[in-house]
């Protein structure tokens, strides 16, 4: 039986939203704009010059650009300049937790419940050997599967100590590690991580996420869910990439994969847009991968993933009413 894990970037959430506008808002230009009207009306203009606002307004650089250009501070230039990436992701954390909490496809996650259920029930048949799911790593802050392995296994599997009366641990489930923390993460004085089923819950002061930006490191807390991300990668035979761009703020990632894959030999599946995917693919060509142009080329190409899936499972067993209305057929 092969070992499956999966990576889930931007566009695996986008692909849960019902509404357009909510998905076109997710795409992290769009996130830029609206990061930078806030920044507008609540900070001097002197700290962002119109050149970078129009540049941000325009989409020609993302919210993680517009972060960044901030990360450099120097008391000889001013303090004034210090505060503003906190700010800045701050409004980053608010645009998102609207864009979502607004969203009636976002609270339901048929997708990932869908994903889980096909593979908890339905393994042996998802391919000619068989899928054995390890694992579900996670860039998004979002809580979509938190509710999803809630729902299927009854907890997941964390991989490290939480407290929380909303989420259940499940060492017995596939590993979910989201590998830059999460909008329902909090830590208290002791470093004790709390989780929350709601945004709201969680206070900015104290919220453990990687906010966006070039330089993303794991440290602290993170060095061990990258610790356990490893191991992971290191016992599958296949690594299928979902809506994660692979982008220049993901060297860290693209290293931990290609030093995993050069020792292990796993092969990497894209789920994304067909242009994302022959970027990807370009791009990186010293990662072993693959995609299928007919699912990459779906509207929805996770949706169309799942879908194949599920009709490699219908043809040695009856229809599942369940997944059937996850995936609207």
Same mark, same amino acid.
């Given at each position: 039986?092969?070992?499956?894990?999966?990576?889930?970037?931007?566009?695996?959430?986008?692909?849960?939203?019902?509404? #357009? &506008?909510?998905?076109?808002?997710?795409?992290?230009?769009?996130?830029? +704009?609206?990061?930078?009207?806030?920044?507008?009306?609540?900070?001097?203009?002197?700290?962002?010059?119109?050149?970078?606002?129009?540049?941000?307004?325009?989409?020609?650089?993302?919210?993680?650009?517009?972060?960044?250009?901030?990360?450099? =501070?120097? $008391?000889?230039?001013? !303090?004034?300049?210090?505060?503003?990436?906190?700010?800045?992701?701050?409004?980053?954390?608010?645009?998102?937790?609207?864009?979502? =909490?607004?969203?009636?496809?976002?609270? /339901?996650?048929?997708?990932? /419940?869908?994903?889980?259920?096909?593979?908890?029930?339905?393994?042996?048949?998802?391919? !000619?050997?068989?899928? +054995?799911?390890?694992?579900?790593?996670?860039?998004?802050? !979002?809580?979509?599967?938190?509710?999803?392995?809630? #729902?299927?296994?009854?907890?997941? =599997?964390?991989?490290?100590?939480?407290?929380?009366?909303?989420?259940?641990?499940?060492?017995?489930?596939?590993?979910?590690? /989201?590998?830059?923390?999460?909008?329902?993460?909090?830590?208290?004085?002791?470093?004790?991580?709390?989780?929350?089923?709601?945004? +709201?819950?969680?206070?900015?002061?104290?919220? +453990?996420?990687? @906010?966006?930006?070039?330089?993303?490191? @794991?440290?602290?807390?993170?060095? $061990?869910?990258?610790?356990?991300?490893?191991?992971?990668?290191?016992?599958?035979?296949?690594?299928?990439?979902?809506?994660?761009?692979?982008? $220049?703020?993901?060297?860290?990632?693209?290293?931990?994969?290609?030093? =995993?894959?050069?020792?292990?030999?796993?092969?990497?599946?894209?789920?994304?847009?067909? &242009?994302?995917?022959?970027?990807? #693919?370009?791009?990186?060509?010293?990662?072993?991968i693959s995609f299928d142009e007919e699912i990459c080329s779906n509207s929805n190409p996770f949706r169309q993933y799942l879908y194949e899936k599920y009709i490699n499972v219908t043809k040695t067993r009856e229809e599942d009413d369940q997944i059937s209305k996850y995936l609207g057929i």
């Amino acid at each position: 039986m092969k070992k499956i894990a999966y990576l889930l970037g931007n566009g695996a959430t986008m692909a849960e939203l019902e509404s #357009k &506008d909510h998905e076109n808002r997710l795409h992290m230009d769009r996130i830029a +704009e609206e990061v930078a009207e806030h920044a507008m009306k609540n900070n001097s203009p002197s700290h962002l010059s119109e050149s970078l606002i129009e540049s941000a307004t325009m989409r020609k650089i993302d919210v993680e650009e517009l972060i960044s250009i901030y990360i450099y =501070n120097d $008391k000889n230039i001013g !303090d004034d300049y210090k505060d503003m990436p906190k700010k800045l992701q701050r409004y980053f954390r608010n645009v998102v937790i609207e864009i979502l =909490n607004d969203d009636e496809g976002y609270k /339901k996650q048929k997708l990932s /419940k869908c994903l889980l259920r096909l593979h908890k029930e339905y393994h042996k048949d998802m391919s !000619d050997d068989g899928n +054995e799911l390890v694992g579900i790593l996670t860039l998004n802050f !979002d809580s979509i599967f938190d509710n999803a392995f809630s #729902k299927i296994y009854d907890g997941a =599997n964390y991989h490290m100590d939480i407290v929380s009366k909303e989420f259940k641990q499940n060492i017995d489930s596939p590993a979910l590690l /989201k590998l830059h923390g999460s909008f329902i993460w909090k830590k208290d004085y002791n470093g004790q991580l709390h989780m929350s089923s709601k945004f +709201e819950s969680v206070s900015s002061g104290n919220s +453990e996420w990687l @906010p966006p930006n070039l330089f993303k490191y @794991p440290s602290e807390i993170y060095t $061990k869910i990258w610790e356990n991300a490893s191991r992971i990668l290191q016992s599958i035979d296949v690594l299928i990439i979902i809506g994660c761009s692979l982008r $220049k703020a993901d060297w860290a990632l693209i290293s931990m994969i290609y030093q =995993n894959q050069l020792k292990c030999d796993f092969k990497i599946d894209i789920v994304n847009n067909l &242009d994302a995917a022959k970027r990807i #693919k370009t791009e990186f060509p010293y990662l072993k991968i693959s995609f299928d142009e007919e699912i990459c080329s779906n509207s929805n190409p996770f949706r169309q993933y799942l879908y194949e899936k599920y009709i490699n499972v219908t043809k040695t067993r009856e229809e599942d009413d369940q997944i059937s209305k996850y995936l609207g057929i």
